[in-house]
């Protein structure tokens, strides 16, 4: 074979190779890398539905607890001011310490200035009773113990007197505060008087004139 034909030859096998190249493995190789980021994409959306449905796992075995802590938050601190129920309290840690509450005052729910929760009020709490030390202790031990009396409250003020015609029992009058999730009502939409209001009264003394 003459020296020509070896060199048509090789430019024939390199015209097919670049051929297939273009015609064959170019587009293969691009279906191919499209197929393998698709790939990627399902395995990262695989993966992050795992995540979502692991995390669903976790919220619904925990589901109780959470119920449980919502409806302990809902005793200490309930959504309305309650105040029969706050009372009934009180009168239930008196008849168990021994002692006599003699009178329960009530304040309006006032809003906190800067509350953690949007409608958080403080709600003053007066109350007077008469008893032995050890029982007004133990009252009071009632009164503060979530697990016998849930409704938070907080004592900032205690005055004790002794009436001597029943010593040894003394009068305590003791100041206090307790707590609600008050809804807050909207403000009243300012009226708008019509644009042509004053145009109307214009006519009206003009008729009149």
Do not use: C, H, K
């Not at 119920?67 to 029969?84: C, F, K, N, Y």
């Not at 008893?131 to 907080?154: A, N």
């Not at 807050?184 to 008729?207: H, Q």
Request: no cysteine; aromatic share 4%; charged share 25%.
């Amino acid at each position: 074979m003459s020296r020509m034909a070896w060199v048509v030859t090789a430019l024939g096998a390199v015209a097919v190779i670049a051929l297939f190249f273009v015609l064959v493995f170019q587009p293969a190789r691009e279906e191919l890398a499209e197929v393998e980021e698709q790939i990627a994409m399902e395995q990262a959306e695989q993966a992050r539905l795992g995540a979502e449905i692991e995390r669903l796992r976790l919220v619904r075995e925990s589901a109780p607890g959470v119920e449980a802590d919502l409806a302990a938050a809902d005793a200490i601190v309930p959504r309305d001011p309650a105040l029969p129920a706050l009372v009934r309290q009180l009168q239930v840690a008196a008849d168990e310490s021994g002692i006599t509450l003699t009178s329960v005052a009530t304040s309006r729910p006032v809003e906190l200035e800067t509350p953690p929760v949007e409608g958080l009020s403080a709600i003053d709490v007066n109350t007077q009773v008469e008893g032995g030390y050890f029982q007004i202790v133990d009252f009071l031990r009632r009164i503060e113990q979530p697990s016998i009396t849930p409704r938070g409250l907080t004592w900032v003020n205690a005055t004790v007197t002794r009436n001597d015609d029943s010593y040894p029992d003394l009068n305590v009058s003791l100041a206090g505060r307790a707590y609600a999730v008050v809804a807050v009502p909207l403000p009243p939409e300012p009226e708008v008087e019509p644009e042509d209001a004053g145009e109307d009264e214009d006519d009206e003394a003009e008729e009149a004139s």
